[in-house]
C-alpha cells in the first residue's frame, strides 16, 4: 500500500546470496525450501539454478521437511548437498542408539539438521554425531539460541548450529 516506504522490499534468496558473495567472506549457506507440493519442487528448480548461476552448488545445504521435495533434489540435483527428512534422520538416530553398522553409502543424505531435544528422544547426543561423522554425515542442530547449548553442542562435537541470535552464536562459539 501507499503505507509503504519505496525502498522496503522483500529480500531474494538472490539478493542474499549476491550481498554475502560480494562482502569478501567465505560464506556457506543453509536453505531450507518451506513449500511442499508442486510449490516446492518449482522452487527446488529455481534454487539449483540461481545456486548454478551463481556457482555456489557447492557451498549451500539444501533443507525441506517435505519428503517429496527432498526426493526430488536427490533425483535431479545429486550434485547438491542435502539433509534428511524425518524418517532417514530416525533411522540414523535408531542406528546410532542400537550400534547398527550400514554399509558405505546406506545413507543418502550429507547432513542431519534436527533439534537437539524437541521430540520424545534426545537427538544432541555424541553417540549420534560419533555415528553421522563415521558416516560422513555432518549434524547440524535447530534452533538453538541458548549460549549454554550452544557451548555443549559444540564440546560433542556439532557441525554446526542454526541460531536466531547469530551474534551471541558467534561470540559464544569462538571462545570470545
Request: negative net charge.
Amino acid at each position: 500500500g501507499d503505507d509503504i516506504p519505496e525502498n522496503l522490499r522483500v529480500l531474494t534468496v538472490e539478493d542474499a546470496l549476491t550481498y554475502t558473495e560480494s562482502s569478501g567472506g567465505d560464506y556457506y549457506y543453509s536453505i531450507e525450501i518451506k513449500n511442499g507440493g508442486e510449490a516446492g519442487l518449482r522452487i527446488a528448480d529455481l534454487l539449483y539454478g540461481i545456486l548454478t548461476d551463481m556457482k555456489l552448488t557447492d557451498k549451500v545445504i539444501v533443507a525441506s521437511f517435505d519428503k517429496d521435495v527432498i526426493l526430488y533434489l536427490e533425483k535431479n540435483y545429486p550434485d547438491l548437498c542435502r539433509t534428511a527428512y524425518n524418517i532417514e534422520a530416525a533411522g540414523l538416530f535408531f542406528d546410532a542408539l542400537l550400534g547398527i553398522e550400514r554399509p558405505e553409502g546406506y545413507y543418502e543424505f550429507d547432513v542431519l539438521q534436527v533439534p537437539p531435544d524437541r521430540y520424545i528422544v534426545n537427538m544432541g547426543t555424541s553417540k549420534l554425531i560419533n555415528h553421522a561423522h563415521k558416516n560422513n554425515i555432518a549434524v547440524c542442530y535447530w534452533t538453538i539460541n541458548d549460549e549454554e547449548k550452544m557451548k555443549f553442542l559444540q564440546s560433542i562435537g556439532a557441525d554446526g548450529i542454526i541460531t536466531d541470535v547469530p551474534d551471541i552464536a558467534c561470540k559464544t562459539l569462538s571462545g570470545e
